[in-house]
């Protein structure tokens, strides 16, 4: 039976002029230089000890899995990023200053690396709770990473920003209207905020959502029941972030200009007359789909799940 999601694609354009540069929380950035003490083993991976709210594991796996993930939603944008006309403007040649880039929850940082070789005149700074594994990817001399926490505020970078890109990291947000107003207080004036996120709503073929069905009932899909009990699982003790972007955004008086679209994301070959690039992606979402299951049972083992009944979903999801 046929799925897709939906990428939610939020881009806050622009940081006004009269931003408030006062943070809503006093912390100073926490930043580790001890590699072994950042991460904890937890169901044979690697988890990071700095966020204890976050779900997925920080190891060379998940690493793996977020870089093709990367080259999945480059293939649907068409590009490294939406809003491509302002992306470029206010990352232009010939400014007063060097335009400088903040990627939040860099994860592997092959979003940051790209960006720095497209764009070799900006400087680039990819942050997470982990490093990148990066394998054998150069780093660009105008790109570099750093360990920090999201949740804290980041008095050193005040007004430093051009263009702050925020993929997929609102689980391990505490507090993800305060976060905005902690973004808004690192950006200049007229700068470029980039939220985006993978919804847990399945749709079906027709661009409908997927009931929440029992197995046997019309309508019924394995890859919907592990998105719902996900969820469930994931957002039990605070809301959906990425539901409430646009009612905090809007309410934001630091923001402006919020525009918000939605990019569908077929799961798997639906032999439709798609470009070869957009099959590629299919293909590779249907696989992120399966790693994420993988990634995500000891999330339903915490839940209560049996293991047995575990072991049948991913046969399931596979089919």
């Known amino acids: 039976m046929l799925s897709q999601l939906k990428m939610l694609m939020l881009v806050y354009a622009i940081v006004k002029e009269s931003a408030n540069r006062k943070s809503q929380q006093s912390s100073v950035i926490l930043m580790a230089s001890v590699e072994h003490s950042l991460f904890r083993d937890a169901y044979g991976r690697m988890y990071s000890n700095m966020n204890l709210s976050y779900c997925l594991p920080g190891d060379a796996a998940e690493h793996d899995r977020l870089t093709r993930q990367h080259?999945?939603?480059?293939?649907?944008?068409?590009?490294?990023?939406?809003?491509?006309?302002?992306?470029?403007?206010?990352?232009?040649?010939?400014?007063?200053?060097?335009?400088?880039?903040?990627?939040?929850?860099?994860?592997?940082?092959?979003?940051?690396?790209?960006?720095?070789?497209?764009?070799?005149?900006?400087?680039?700074?990819?942050?997470?709770?982990?490093?990148?594994?990066?394998?054998?990817?150069?780093?660009?001399?105008?790109?570099?990473?750093?360990?920090?926490?999201?949740?804290?505020?980041?008095?050193?970078?005040?007004?430093?920003?051009?263009?702050?890109?925020?993929?997929?990291?609102?689980?391990?947000?505490?507090?993800?209207?305060?976060?905005?107003?902690?973004?808004?207080?690192?950006?200049?004036?007229?700068?470029?905020?980039?939220?985006?996120?993978?919804?847990?709503?399945?749709?079906?073929e027709n661009d409908n959502p997927r009931r929440d069905v029992e197995e046997g009932e019309e309508g019924f899909t394995w890859t919907k029941k592990f998105f719902s009990a996900i969820a469930a699982a994931v957002y039990k003790d605070k809301p959906d972030a990425s539901k409430l972007w646009d009612k905090w955004a809007n309410s934001n008086p630091n923001l402006e200009q919020v525009v918000r679209w939605e990019m569908p994301m077929p799961i798997g070959n639906w032999n439709l007359p798609t470009s070869e690039e957009q099959r590629y992606a299919n293909e590779i979402n249907r696989w992120n789909i399966l790693e994420l299951f993988m990634t995500c049972a000891p999330i339903l083992v915490k839940e209560g799940f049996s293991e047995d009944v575990i072991e049948r979903w991913k046969k399931e999801v596979k089919k």
Not at 115 to 131: N, Q, S
Not at 135 to 148: A, H, L, M, T
Request: proline letters at 5%; glycine letters at 10%.
């Open 71 to 204: 080259v999945m939603l480059s293939n649907y944008l068409g590009g490294l990023y939406a809003a491509q006309d302002i992306v470029e403007y206010v990352l232009r040649s010939g400014q007063d200053h060097t335009p400088t880039v903040l990627d939040v929850g860099a994860g592997s940082g092959a979003w940051t690396i790209d960006m720095a070789i497209k764009f070799p005149e900006c400087k680039f700074l990819g942050m997470d709770i982990v490093p990148p594994e990066l394998g054998d990817r150069v780093v660009p001399d105008n790109c570099s990473f750093e360990i920090g926490d999201a949740n804290l505020a980041m008095p050193q970078w005040v007004g430093k920003f051009d263009l702050v890109h925020v993929r997929a990291i609102q689980t391990g947000i505490h507090d993800f209207e305060s976060f905005l107003y902690n973004i808004a207080h690192i950006m200049r004036p007229g700068a470029l905020l980039i939220l985006s996120t993978g919804g847990t709503q399945v749709f079906d």
